[in-house]
C-alpha cells in the first residue's frame, strides 16, 4: 500500500512544460504520418490488390490476408494484455505498481484504435466499414468479422469509461493546473461531478476492472482464436490449446510495450524515483515465464503438428518448420528468456534498462512475427487433397506500401501517447497527492503552457 | 421420453409419433396431412404444383417460409451449340490439345465403377431449383476454351480465371497418365463464403440456388476467399484482360436487383456467377446457358437445375451412370453442386503443364507465375531488411 512517493508537480509538469525535444519528436511522427497518409491514399487510389503482396488464394498462389490482418491479431492482443494489466492492479490493490496502470490503459485504447485501423487498411476502403456496421444485426451471429466489430467496440467502451471515470476526480482537483485551451474537454470529463460521488466511483471502478480481467481470457483467449478455428478451410487455425496459447502471447507483448513504454516516460519526465527499479524488476520477471510459456506453446505446436498430425496439418507443419521466419521468431524467443532469466539471476551483470528495452522490443516483434506467421501460414498452403497439390503453394511477402502504413499504425500510437500526454496526468494521482496541489494564492492559473 | 418408441407400423406408432407432434408450437394435423401428400408426390400420385397449391399458404403462416417455386422451372433442354468457335486460333489449339489427349489416352477403357452418390434420388419434395452443373472429366482435354470464354463473356482481370482446368498426372491412378479437373465455383447449397460475409454481399439466391456476390455492398475483407475450400475467389484488381478481353456487355443488376454480374470493381470480391447476366436476360437463348458450356468443344459441361430429373446434367449424369461420379472435398460438408463425373484426382496427382498453356491463350496463369507477387519478384531479403 505504501512505498509509492509520488509527486505530484512533477506528474503534471508534462501538462505545463514542453521540452524541445518534445517538439522535434512530435515533428518526427508527424513527417512519419504524413508518410503514413501519402502510402494509405495510394492503397486507395490503386487499389489493395495492385499495391499489396495480398493476392488470390487458389490458381494465383498468393495469400489473401497479409500483414495487416497480421497486425490485427497483434494489436488487439497488445489491447488485451495493456487492459489486463492496469485491471489486475485495481483489482488486487497491487499499489506499487499504480504508476505503470494509466500508461498501460492509454496503450490499451490506442491499441484499439490501431487494430480497427488495421481492418479498414486490409479492406481497402475505408467508407466500406459503414457496410458492415449497417449490416452488423444481422450478420452478428455468423461472420467474424462482424464480431471482430463487436469485440473491438465492447473493449473500447470499457476502457474508455474506465479511463474517464478514474479521471472524474482527479481532473476536478487538478483543473486549475491543466492547460486552459483543453477546458472544454475537462468539462465534459467532470461533467456533474460532486467529490461525494468518488467511492461509488471506486466501487464502480472495482467492478468494472473485475469484469474486464474476465473477458480477457475469454476474449483474447477465446473468441478471437475461436473465430479462426471457425473458418475450417484453413489448416492450423485451430487445436486445443490455441486459446491458451494466443492469450499468452498476447500479454507478452502488451507487457513488452508497457515496459517500454514506462522507460520512455522515466526518462524522458526524469520519474526514476517514483517509477522505481523495483518495478521494472518485477515486471522483467513476469515477462520472462511469458515468454517461456511462449516457447513451450510453440513447441507443443511443433510436437503435434509433426509427429502425429492428419496429412494436411503435418504438411503445414513441415512447411512453417522450412520458414526463415519461423526460426527468426524461435530465436527472438530463446534469446529473450535467456537474458530475461539472466536479469533476474544476475541482476548485477545482466539488468539495466536499455537492455531491457531491447528484450522487450525484440519480444514485441518476435511475437508480431508469429501472429502474421499464424495467418499467413495457414492460408499459404491449400488445405484438402485433391486440391492440396493442384494448387500452388501461395508466397507472400508484404510491398513497401504494407510496411509504411502497418509501421504508421506503430507511429500513430506512439503520436497519440505524445498528445495524451499533454492532456491528463500519466499518473494517477490519489486523494493525498491532490491535496498538495489545492490552489493557493500564488498559483491562480498564471501557468499556462 | 421414457420408454423406447414403438416400432413403426404398430398401432401404437401413430399415437407416439402424434404426441411428439403435439409437443411442438406446430398444428399436428397440418402436419400429418403435408407428410401424407409428401408421400404421395414421391408415389406420383400428385404433384408438386397441386402440392404447393394446397399447402403454400398454410406452411407459409405456419413456418414463416414460402416453399412455393416462386417461376416455372428455366429452360427445357436447350440445343447447345456444340461445334468450337470459328475463331481460327482456337480451332487451331482444339486440335492441339485433342492429340495431346490422344497420347494419353489410355483411359477410355477403364471406368472405375464406384457410383458415389453423384445424383439425388429421385421423388424428393426439395422442388426449390438448384442450378449446378455435371462436368464429364472423361472427355475434357484440357484446350482450356471455356475458361477462355468466360474471360471473353465476363471480362474477368488478368490471371483470373473463374474456370480453371488443372491438367494433373496421378500416379496412383495406375499408370502415369494425364487428367483434367475443371473447377468452376460450385455454388454450394451450404456455402462457407456466404456465413462469414459480413455485409451479407456474398449470398446464396434462394429461387436458383446461385451464389453471388453484391458488388454493392462487398467490402473485400476477403473473409468468404479465406473460407472457401476451392479457392475460386478473385479480388477484383482493376486490370481487365487486355488481350482477350472486351468489354462486359451483359447486364450488371440481376432480377433482384442486386449488382451482381460480370466482372467486380476493384477491390470488391469476384468469382464464377454462372453466368447470371444470362440467367436473368429476358433473351430466352440466353436463359440456361453459361458461356464456358457453349464453348466447350466436347460437351464436358452440364449447366442446369440439378433438382429436375429432367435436366441436361441429370440427363447426362443418368446416361453415364457406369462412370464414377463425385463432389469435389464432398467430405468438408459445403454441399457443392457440381458433379464430376471421371477418375477422382488422388492425393498424389501432381500438375501438369499441357500443350495448350494459358500462355498461349495470352491469359497469363497463376499456377506457374503467381500473378500474386507480380511486377519486380520480391528478393529473399527484403522482408528482412523492412523489419
Known amino acids: ?449 | 421420453m421414457a420408454d423406447l418408441p414403438p416400432k413403426k407400423g404398430d398401432p401404437e406408432w401413430e399415437e407416439w409419433a402424434e404426441d411428439i407432434l403435439d409437443s411442438t408450437e406446430f398444428d399436428t394435423e397440418l402436419g400429418k396431412q403435408i407428410s401424407k401428400d409428401a408421400l404421395r408426390i414421391a408415389e406420383g400420385e400428385l404433384s408438386k404444383a397441386e402440392f404447393h397449391e394446397r399447402y403454400g399458404d398454410e406452411v407459409k403462416a405456419e413456418f414463416g417460409v414460402d416453399e412455393r417455386p416462386t417461376k416455372p422451372d428455366p429452360e427445357p433442354d436447350n440445343t447447345m451449340p456444340r461445334v468450337p468457335g470459328d475463331r481460327n486460333q482456337t480451332r487451331r489449339n482444339v486440335l492441339k490439345a485433342m492429340g495431346g489427349a490422344a497420347a494419353a489416352v489410355g483411359l477410355a477403357g477403364c471406368v472405375s465403377a464406384s457410383a458415389d452418390d453423384g445424383s439425388e434420388s429421385d421423388g424428393n419434395p426439395d422442388s426449390d431449383t438448384q442450378i449446378g452443373m455435371a462436368i464429364d472429366t472423361e472427355r475434357c482435354i484440357a484446350c482450356l476454351q471455356c475458361s477462355e470464354a468466360c474471360k471473353e463473356e465476363n471480362n474477368t482481370d488478368i490471371g483470373v480465371h473463374w474456370p480453371y482446368v488443372f491438367r494433373y498426372e496421378d500416379e496412383h491412378a495406375g499408370d502415369t497418365r494425364e487428367d483434367f479437373l475443371t473447377r468452376h465455383c460450385q455454388h454450394c447449397s451450404e456455402p462457407s463464403c456466404t456465413y462469414v460475409c459480413p455485409t451479407q454481399a456474398r449470398y446464396r439466391r434462394t429461387e436458383d440456388g446461385i451464389v453471388l456476390t453484391d458488388y454493392d455492398t462487398c467490402v473485400g475483407c476477403k473473409y468468404c476467399q479465406v473460407a472457401c475450400p476451392y479457392g475460386v475467389n478473385y479480388l477484383g484488381k482493376d486490370e481487365p484482360n487486355e488481350v482477350v478481353g472486351s468489354e462486359f456487355e451483359g447486364d450488371r443488376v440481376g432480377r433482384d436487383g442486386r449488382t451482381v454480374g460480370g466482372n467486380p470493381p476493384k477491390g470488391v470480391m469476384g468469382k464464377c456467377t454462372y453466368c447470371v447476366h444470362r440467367q436473368d436476360s429476358d433473351d430466352p437463348e440466353l436463359q440456361g446457358t453459361t458461356a464456358c458450356e457453349q464453348a466447350c468443344p466436347v460437351d464436358v459441361i452440364h449447366f442446369g437445375d440439378m433438382n429436375d430429373r429432367d435436366s441436361d446434367p441429370r440427363e447426362h449424369l443418368r446416361e453415364k451412370e457406369g462412370s464414377n461420379q463425385y463432389r469435389l472435398l464432398d467430405e468438408v460438408g459445403n454441399e457443392p453442386n457440381i458433379v464430376y463425373i471421371g477418375k477422382r484426382p488422388s492425393k498424389d496427382a501432381e500438375p501438369v503443364q499441357g500443350p495448350v498453356s494459358y500462355e498461349e491463350l495470352n491469359m497469363r496463369d497463376g499456377n506457374y507465375d503467381y500473378v500474386g507477387a507480380q511486377d519486380e519478384a520480391p528478393a529473399d531479403g527484403e522482408e528482412g531488411d523492412a523489419a
Open chain 1, 1 to 449: 500500500m505504501s512505498g509509492v512517493e509520488i509527486d505530484p508537480e512533477r506528474v503534471l509538469k508534462p501538462l505545463q512544460n514542453t521540452s524541445r525535444e518534445y517538439y522535434i519528436l512530435l515533428g518526427l511522427f508527424t513527417l512519419a504520418l504524413l508518410l503514413f497518409l501519402e502510402a494509405w491514399v495510394h492503397q486507395i487510389t490503386y487499389g489493395v490488390g495492385a499495391v499489396t503482396g495480398i493476392g488470390d488464394w487458389g490458381i494465383s498462389g498468393g495469400v489473401p490476408w497479409g500483414l495487416y490482418i497480421g497486425g490485427f491479431v497483434w494489436w488487439i492482443g497488445v489491447a488485451h494484455g495493456g487492459i489486463a494489466i492496469s485491471a489486475a492492479v485495481r483489482v488486487i490493490n497491487l499499489d506499487k505498481y499504480r504508476p505503470i496502470a494509466r500508461i498501460a490503459e492509454v496503450l490499451t485504447v490506442l491499441a484499439l484504435a490501431m487494430a480497427a485501423l488495421n481492418i479498414v487498411l486490409s479492406m481497402g476502403r475505408p467508407d466500406r466499414i459503414f457496410n458492415t456496421i449497417v449490416q452488423w444485426p444481422f450478420t452478428v451471429h455468423h461472420s467474424p468479422l462482424a464480431w471482430d466489430i463487436a469485440v473491438i467496440s465492447l473493449y473500447l467502451v470499457l476502457t474508455l469509461t474506465y479511463m474517464t471515470l478514474s479521471l472524474r476526480s482527479e481532473i476536478s482537483a487538478v483543473r486549475h493546473r491543466l492547460p486552459k485551451w483543453l477546458a472544454p474537454l475537462y468539462a465534459l470529463i467532470t461533467l456533474g461531478y460532486n467529490p461525494d460521488e468518488d467511492e461509488k466511483i471506486d466501487q464502480i471502478l472495482w467492478w468494472l476492472a473485475v469484469a474486464i480481467l474476465a473477458l480477457v481470457p475469454l476474449l483474447s483467449g477465446g473468441v478471437v482464436p475461436w473465430l479462426f478455428s471457425l473458418i475450417a478451410a484453413q489448416p492450423g487455425w485451430y487445436g486445443a490449446a490455441a486459446g491458451a496459447a494466443m492469450l499468452t502471447e498476447s500479454i507478452t507483448s502488451a507487457l513488452a510495450l508497457v515496459l517500454i513504454m514506462t522507460v520512455v516516460f522515466r526518462q524522458a519526465y526524469g520519474w526514476q524515483d517514483m517509477i522505481e527499479d523495483d518495478i521494472l524488476r518485477d515486471l522483467t520477471i513476469v515477462l520472462a515465464f511469458l515468454a517461456l510459456g511462449t516457447i513451450w506453446f510453440t513447441m507443443h505446436d511443433v510436437l503435434t503438428g509433426y509427429y502425429i498430425a492428419p496429412v494436411n496439418i503435418g504438411a503445414l507443419t513441415a512447411g512453417m518448420l522450412e520458414l526463415n521466419f519461423f526460426w527468426i521468431a524461435i530465436g527472438g524467443l530463446v534469446l529473450s528468456v535467456v537474458l530475461l532469466f539472466g536479469m533476474i539471476g544476475w541482476p548485477k551483470w545482466f539488468f539495466n534498462t536499455p537492455l531491457l528495452v531491447g528484450v522487450s522490443a525484440l519480444l514485441a516483434i518476435t511475437i508480431l512475427n508469429k501472429k502474421v506467421m499464424f495467418v499467413v501460414e495457414g492460408l499459404m498452403y491449400p488445405t484438402q487433397p485433391p486440391l492440396t497439390n493442384l494448387y500452388p503453394t501461395g508466397v507472400y511477402s508484404p510491398t513497401l506500401v504494407e510496411w509504411i502504413l502497418f509501421l504508421g499504425t506503430i507511429m500513430l500510437a506512439g503520436f497519440g501517447f505524445l498528445v495524451i500526454t499533454k492532456v491528463i496526468p500519466m499518473i494517477e494521482l490519489e486523494k493525498e497527492e491532490r491535496e498538495l496541489l489545492k490552489p493557493t494564492a500564488e498559483t491562480d492559473g498564471t501557468e499556462g503552457e
